[in-house]
C-alpha cells in the first residue's frame, strides 16, 4: 500500500491524453502532472536542450514525492529515459515508447506496414524502428516527422479546415506511397486530433501509445507493490505557463469524473 502520487510529464497538454485512459486506476490513485507549456514544442529543439528541460520537470516530480514518474511524451522517452533512470534508480520509470512498441508487434499480422508519426526528435532518434526490430526485423516500419501538429494542438486548432489540410500535407503521400495500414501516433499530442485523421484515412488502422502505457503502468505498481487501496486524493496538475489551452483541456478530461483537480503555474 503506498499512497504516493504518480508523476506524469509531458512538454504541454499532450500527456494529458494518457489520463482518461486511467480511469480505473484514478479510483485509488492519485497524480501530480507537470506540463511545460512555457517552453512548449519540445520535438525540434536540440537534444541537449530537451534534456535539460526534462531533468527539471523529473526533480520537481521527484521533490514532491511521487513514486512512480510516467514520460508522457515520446520526444523525452526517446531521448532522456536511459539518464532518468539512471539518477533515480530508485523510482520505476516508464517512457512511452516500448510499450507502444510491443503492442504494434503483438497486434501486427503477415502483411502488417508500420507508419509511425512523431516529432522530428523522435523520428531522428530512430527508438520506434529500433525497438520494434529488436522483436520483429521484418516488420516493414516507416516513419514521418509533423512538426507542425503540436503547435496547432496547443493552439487549440484541432477540429476544423487548417488541421485537415496539415493532415493532408503531411500524410498522404506517406500512407499512400508506403501502402502503411497501420498508424502509431508517436506523440501524445496526437490522440487529439485522432478522429480527423480517421476521417481523412478511414481504412487506417490506428495505435494509441497513450492508452497502451496504462496498462504498462498497473503492472509496474502491482510488480513493485506500489499500489495504492485508496482513497485517492486530488490530483495536482501543473504547468509553466497556465494557458487556457491546457485548463481547458483539464476540464474537460475531469468533467463529470467528481475527481479534485488543482492548478498551478510553476516556474522553472
Ligand atoms: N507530446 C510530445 C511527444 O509525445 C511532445 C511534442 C513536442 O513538444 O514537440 O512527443
Redesign the pocket.
Known amino acids: 500500500m503506498d499512497r504516493r502520487p504518480i508523476g506524469f510529464f509531458?512538454?504541454?497538454l499532450?500527456?494529458l491524453t494518457c489520463i482518461p485512459h486511467m480511469s480505473e486506476l484514478l479510483k485509488t490513485e492519485s497524480i501530480i502532472y507537470f506540463g511545460d507549456t512555457a517552453r512548449?514544442?519540445?520535438?525540434?529543439k536540440s537534444v541537449k536542450t530537451i534534456k535539460t528541460f526534462a531533468d527539471q520537470a523529473a526533480g520537481f516530480l521527484v521533490e514532491n514525492h511521487v513514486k512512480m514518474i510516467v514520460i508522457a511524451?515520446?520526444?523525452v522517452s526517446a531521448t532522456c529515459l536511459s539518464d532518468l533512470s539512471k539518477k533515480y534508480p530508485e523510482i520505476p520509470i516508464v517512457g512511452?515508447i516500448e510499450p507502444a512498441c510491443k503492442e504494434a508487434v503483438l497486434s501486427s499480422v503477415q502483411d502488417t506496414r508500420l507508419g509511425i508519426i512523431?516529432?522530428k526528435v523522435?523520428v531522428d532518434s530512430l527508438v520506434y524502428e529500433k525497438t520494434i526490430h529488436e522483436s520483429n526485423e521484418d516488420l516493414p516500419v516507416f516513419q514521418k516527422a509533423c512538426p507542425a501538429f503540436?503547435p496547432l494542438i496547443e493552439e487549440g486548432i484541432i477540429n476544423n479546415d487548417i488541421m485537415d489540410l496539415t493532415i493532408h500535407y503531411y500524410l498522404d503521400d506517406f500512407i499512400m506511397e508506403n501502402r502503411i495500414d497501420t498508424l502509431i501516433l508517436g506523440?501524445?499530442?496526437y490522440p487529439l486530433i485522432r478522429s480527423r485523421i480517421e476521417r481523412a484515412f478511414p481504412d487506417l488502422k490506428i495505435i494509441d501509445p497513450s492508452r497502451v502505457i496504462v496498462k504498462r503502468i498497473s503492472e509496474i505498481l502491482k510488480e513493485k507493490d506500489l499500489l495504492s487501496k485508496g482513497p485517492a486524493s486530488e490530483n495536482r496538475f501543473y504547468a509553466s505557463d497556465l494557458s487556457t489551452g491546457f485548463t481547458n483541456m483539464i476540464d474537460l478530461i475531469f468533467k463529470g469524473t467528481g475527481a479534485s483537480v488543482l492548478f498551478k503555474n510553476l516556474e522553472l
Open positions: 509531458d512538454s504541454g499532450g500527456g512548449t514544442p519540445y520535438g525540434s511524451c515520446n520526444t512511452i512523431g516529432t523522435t503540436v506523440c501524445t499530442h
